[in-house]
């Protein structure tokens, strides 16, 4: 059974830090693309990053390019996004997820981690 476990989320000021982590089970990452997304309430589902399994091309959306970091340990079966000078705009959920596809685009993706909670805020 394949499981992904989000972890590192919190309360944050702004121009703080977070590093969520994204630990794997029943399934090799290294074999998968990795995408993190958030959700904002009444907010649609947004790619903020992904690294394809070859480590080489990575993405940022606009919004996060310059401040956000994905990386993966294929070791460690995990993957990480370092989040730094956090603005109240990035609160949100987020969400790991694993697929054969690099993509920002959410329906390619085939497993989905429950999300850890990220808030912003003085």
């Known amino acids: 059974q394949v499981q992904l476990v989000e972890s590192g989320g919190g309360l944050v000021q702004p121009g703080g830090s977070l590093r969520l982590s994204c630990a794997a089970s029943?399934?090799?990452?290294?074999?998968?693309?990795i995408g993190w997304f958030r959700q904002a309430p009444g907010k649609e589902r947004e790619g903020v990053s992904y690294i394809p399994d070859s480590g080489s091309t990575l993405y940022y959306a606009d919004s996060v390019k310059g401040r956000f970091t994905i990386s993966r340990d294929n070791a460690k079966n995990t993957a990480y996004l370092q989040m730094d000078n956090l603005k109240s705009e990035d609160t949100a959920r987020y969400y790991c997820?694993?697929?054969?596809?690099?993509?920002?685009?959410?329906?390619?993706?085939?497993?989905w981690g429950q999300g850890t909670q990220v808030t912003v805020s003085t």
């Open positions: 997820a694993v697929g054969r596809i690099a993509t920002h685009f959410s329906q390619f993706y085939d497993y």
């Open positions: 029943g399934l090799s990452l290294r074999n998968y693309a």
